[in-house]
């Protein structure tokens, strides 16, 4: 539903206790036993999924065809068809313009497995794209054997940009070697001349519209590529999504938080994390960002350090109260993973981007309770045997 993970909280519990008929945010904190705020009912009015009717206290009831647009979104696989492409293009939320110093902070960290390579940016914009710019700058020091990129035109053909050979015979890779093409298709990453072209390329690295991140990793996994693409943490979270996590099938990359886009001049002003520049350029900065990948990393290697306790007072960071709904204990922050507990252990989503298979094994996804009262989601881990692995 591309929620935050609140609202996707503030949802499930609306649902339950409010299917039909206004509410307040008070009425539901009342009887779902969870603080939830206007502010987070205002994001799900937002998506499309609940009307809003002003007055003291504001009241907030579901559309008529909620149950229609779950079932929509519960069915969303790979293989959406144009049409659904063609809206996700039109939402200007869909349209982040990813910083070409984020992408080289987490694409150097590659360097080794892009050499002799075929790239292909599959979800790009035009020239524009700075993951087709990083690639071009950095063709020759990464010893690349193809470049590719699509361009999306919701109204008519897309264009393809290829670079494989100093043309020119100037002496290196740069703009004057890239060959421009038009294409049958709109250039959307589903059509039938972008999977052509994915399998020819060994690795796929972009920022893929948001809304059908689902449909896109899918993709992906299917025809068996490696990848470098940004994504919202949340995704971690989807139930088509964390299957893929549990069997170490994607993992995240080294960089993760909040991240600053550059968005198109027709997107909606925000009230938070939104700002225009002096050029008059938009701006949106969001706090959940993470690359997602099946390309190595050290941090899946090595695991991270752990030092809090669950048996030692004195290092005890936590209560690690256990769950109403489920045989494990939780723990609020990643740092508080206790060193000595081998049992099992809710972890906030965030723990996927320190998460090493050599540490932990993960073992399933919740929505737990702690005295009635509902918690945000959780990962549920378990140690991996302390003779095997002993950080």
Same mark, same amino acid.
């Given at each position: 539903m591309n929620l935050t993970e609140k609202g996707q909280i503030a949802f499930d519990l609306a649902l339950k206790y409010y299917p039909t008929g206004q509410f307040c945010a008070a009425e539901l904190t009342e009887k779902s036993g969870y603080k939830i705020n206007a502010a987070t009912l205002n994001g799900i009015v937002n998506r499309g999924y609940m009307k809003k009717y002003t007055g003291a206290p504001v009241k907030f009831e579901f559309v $008529?065809?909620?149950?229609?647009?779950?079932?929509?979104? $519960?069915? =969303?696989? *790979?293989?959406?068809?144009?049409?659904?492409?063609?809206?996700?293009?039109?939402?200007?939320?869909?349209?982040?313009?990813? =910083?070409?110093?984020?992408?080289?902070?987490?694409?150097? =960290?590659?360097?080794?497995? *892009?050499?002799?390579?075929?790239?292909?940016?599959?979800?790009n914009d035009?020239? $524009?794209?700075?993951?087709?710019?990083? *690639?071009?700058?950095?063709?020759?020091?990464?010893?690349?054997?193809?470049?590719?990129? *699509?361009?999306?035109?919701?109204?008519?053909?897309?264009k393809k940009y290829e670079v494989y050979d100093d043309i020119n015979k100037d002496g290196f890779i740069d703009e004057s070697d890239i060959i421009i093409s038009e294409l049958k298709q709109n250039g959307g990453f589903n059509t039938e001349e972008s999977i052509e072209e994915l399998k020819k390329a060994d690795i796929i690295c972009t920022n893929p519209p948001f809304s059908l991140f689902r449909q896109y990793i899918q993709q992906l996994i299917d025809f068996n590529k490696q990848f470098l693409i940004i994504g919202s943490q949340n995704a971690v979270g989807y139930k088509d999504v964390f299957p893929l996590i549990k069997e170490n099938k994607i993992w995240t990359g080294y960089n993760a938080g909040d991240m600053k886009f550059k968005v198109p001049a027709d997107s909606e002003p925000r009230k938070v994390r939104y700002w225009v520049d002096e050029t008059g350029q938009k701006w949106r900065s969001l706090g959940n960002i993470c690359w997602f990948t099946n390309l190595p990393t050290k941090i899946r290697e090595e695991g991270f350090i752990l030092t809090a306790s669950y048996y030692d007072d004195k290092n005890k960071k936590e209560p690690y109260d256990d769950y109403d709904n489920y045989e494990a204990i939780n723990v609020n922050k990643n740092i508080n993973i206790p060193k000595d507990y081998y049992g099992l252990m809710g972890v906030p989503i965030t723990f996927i981007t320190k998460y090493s298979p050599n540490q932990f094994e993960i073992i399933d996804k919740i929505s737990p309770y702690i005295n009635g009262k509902a918690k945000y989601t959780r990962i549920i881990i378990k140690r991996i045997d302390k003779n095997n692995f002993d950080l």
């Open positions: $008529e065809n909620i149950k229609e647009l779950i079932e929509i979104d $519960e069915k =969303q696989k *790979f293989g959406c068809d144009n049409e659904n492409l063609v809206k996700a293009k039109k939402n200007k939320d869909d349209e982040f313009y990813t =910083q070409l110093d984020y992408i080289n902070k987490e694409l150097i =960290q590659y360097k080794k497995y *892009f050499r002799g390579k075929s790239i292909f940016c599959n979800c035009d020239l $524009e794209s700075n993951f087709f710019k990083f *690639f071009l700058l950095n063709f020759d020091a990464f010893n690349l054997t193809r470049l590719v990129g *699509f361009s999306y035109n919701k109204d008519g053909c897309g």
